[in-house]
C-alpha cells in the first residue's frame, strides 16, 4: 500500500486530470511532441522488428511499460513541484507586473 501525503490525498483526482487528461491533450496538439513521438514510435517499431526471440519482445515491452510508468510518476512530481512552487512563482510575476489571479478572475 502507497501511504500518500495529505496533498496528495486530497488532490489526488485533481492531479489525474491534470496531468494525465489536459496536459496529454496539450501535448498531443504541440508540434514539437507529435514530431518527437512519432519518432520514438518509430524506431521502436524498427527496434521491435529487428529482435528475434518472443523473450526479447517480452523484454522490449516491458521496458518500454517500466519507461512509461516512471515518466507519469515525474509528471505527478513535476506537478507537485509546481502547487509547492505556486507561491514563489506569482511573487516572481507579480515583480513584473503579472498577476495570475487577477487574469483568471476577470473571466469570471
Known amino acids: 500500500m502507497i501511504k500518500r501525503t ?28 507529435i514530431s518527437v513521438d512519432a519518432k520514438k514510435s518509430s524506431i521502436f517499431e524498427l527496434l521491435r522488428d529487428s529482435l528475434t526471440t518472443e523473450k526479447q519482445k517480452r523484454l522490449l515491452d516491458d521496458l518500454e511499460a517500466a519507461w512509461t510508468y516512471a515518466g507519469g510518476l515525474m509528471q505527478e512530481f513535476a506537478y507537485r513541484q509546481g502547487i509547492e512552487d505556486s507561491h514563489m512563482i506569482h511573487k516572481e510575476l507579480s515583480k513584473l507586473g503579472i498577476s495570475v489571479t487577477k487574469e483568471f478572475n476577470q473571466g469570471d
Open 6 to 33: 495529505v496533498v496528495e490525498k486530497a488532490f489526488i483526482g485533481i492531479m489525474e486530470e491534470r496531468i494525465h487528461q489536459m496536459a496529454r491533450e496539450k501535448a498531443m496538439s504541440d508540434p514539437e511532441y
